[in-house]
């Protein structure tokens, strides 16, 4: 392997060398190298990495740095040089995400964002509709149906088709616009935080589209897990978060809206009217963790240094690595298929017949308690509940093995 470095940073990370399977290797030292990067806890296999990231230790030093000036310097700061640094700070996410720097602004998280989105949509008349699915965020779910209360609309929610195929999930939401010629919104979110399956937000924004209907798009998850530019979903409204796969500090999160759909979303409430019709017009966020975001080149400098292509296909094999044996083990439902344009690192498993929140809960709690894995338990699938394992980059392959061995007894729990 070649040894030569990149520089992330300020940690020296080994060049890639791999051959094409090494992506599933047990002990390849460039992804041990990258995993010893990170600090997981010592006494539990983490495979519940979907909540936030965990930040690289050269991201947590540059964080820890950040925070002493914002600390140490205050207001001399604030009013002198932080406008001007955070203003630099989204012209490097905006570059690394493919978009305008006048396109794109952070906010703290991606909720924040889909609020900002869905609730200063200004397009919407009494006797519209607009969708949601099942697998899409629950918070952002609230979001649609309070637009039933305060705009007149009908709210349609539909089940995304299980098990799932690309051109299924395309069928079905073309199915929904042709049953509600009225809808004129459309959430819908990039990878699922439910299951991890990954929807093709590009065919079905241009159905869309095609019927008049714009699409606010949630990728909290898919933005640094699967490999991808923003412009690739053509779409004109975009929810960001930074403190999941980019691994930057919590608080952290990003709005992208296209140029010439700005006016589509209202001036916040909390700024002045009648000043210019940005889209930093759009958000309000007071005093927030400004060194959070100030962390966000080490975090981006970190993950450029491995590369887009190279992490997705590291968390793809990860995910591949357990789901293959799982297929073998009777009783266990895969949620999400194997097709690589359809998941990233995120997959849900069922035991068969067993749908119940409270019974899965059950089986992560029995996966925690009696072979040290920790998952969480996911509910909201029309299908039922479910259990999601999610690894990161500092998950080894040996972490995976230990997941799938553990399987027959979970089948063996549920049905005892």
């Not at 992804?31 to 006494?43: E, M, S």
């Amino acid at each position: 392997m070649d040894r030569r470095s990149l520089l992330a940073g300020g940690i020296a990370l080994p060049a890639l060398g791999l051959s094409s399977g090494a992506w599933a290797m047990d002990d390849d030292p460039y992804w041990r190298g990258i995993a010893a990067q990170f600090t997981p806890p010592a006494d539990v296999i983490q495979l519940e990495n979907g909540n936030w990231g965990m930040m690289p230790r050269p991201v947590f030093a540059a964080y820890q740095e950040q925070l002493a000036r914002v600390n140490r310097d205050t207001s001399f700061y604030a009013r002198r040089g932080l406008t001007k640094d955070l203003v630099a700070v989204r012209d490097q996410a905006a570059a690394a995400m493919g978009v305008g720097p006048d396109e794109l602004v952070l906010t703290r998280n991606a909720t924040e964002a889909l609020e900002t989105l869905i609730l200063g949509y200004n397009r919407l008349q009494p006797g519209d509709a607009v969708l949601i699915a099942d697998l899409d965020y629950d918070s952002a779910q609230a979001c649609m149906a309070s637009l039933v209360r305060t705009r007149g609309v009908q709210l349609v929610k539909i089940a995304l088709p299980e098990p799932a195929s690309r051109q299924g999930l395309i069928d079905a939401y073309a199915a929904a616009l042709a049953a509600n010629p009225r809808l004129k919104l459309i959430l819908l979110t990039h990878l699922s935080h439910r299951t991890g399956l990954v929807l093709p937000v590009r065919e079905i924004a241009a159905l869309a589209r095609a019927q008049g209907a714009d699409v606010i798009v949630d990728a909290a998850h898919s933005w640094c897990q699967i490999d991808f530019a923003v412009p690739d979903l053509d779409c004109d409204f975009v929810a960001i978060n930074g403190h999941k796969w980019l691994g930057a500090p919590l608080g952290v999160g990003f709005l992208h809206v296209r140029k010439a759909a700005l006016g589509k979303i209202d001036r916040h409430p909390a700024n002045a009217a009648g000043g210019p019709d940005t889209l930093f017009s759009k958000v309000h966020l007071g005093t927030y963790d400004f060194a959070a975001s100030l962390t966000v080149p080490a975090a981006l400098a970190f993950q450029q240094a491995i590369g887009g292509a190279h992490r997705a296909a590291r968390l793809r094999a990860l995910r591949d690595r357990w789901v293959a044996r799982s297929r073998q083990v009777e009783g266990i439902e895969v949620l999400t298929p194997d097709d690589p344009a359809s998941h990233g690192a995120i997959t849900s498993f069922r035991v068969r017949g067993v749908t119940s929140s409270e019974a899965n809960a059950r089986l992560a709690a029995r996966l925690l308690d009696q072979h040290r894995i920790f998952t969480v338990h996911r509910d909201g699938i029309a299908a039922g509940a479910c259990v999601r394992v999610t690894p990161a980059l500092f998950n080894s392959m040996a972490d995976m093995d230990r997941l799938a061995g553990a399987l027959p007894d979970i089948v063996g729990f549920a049905r005892g």
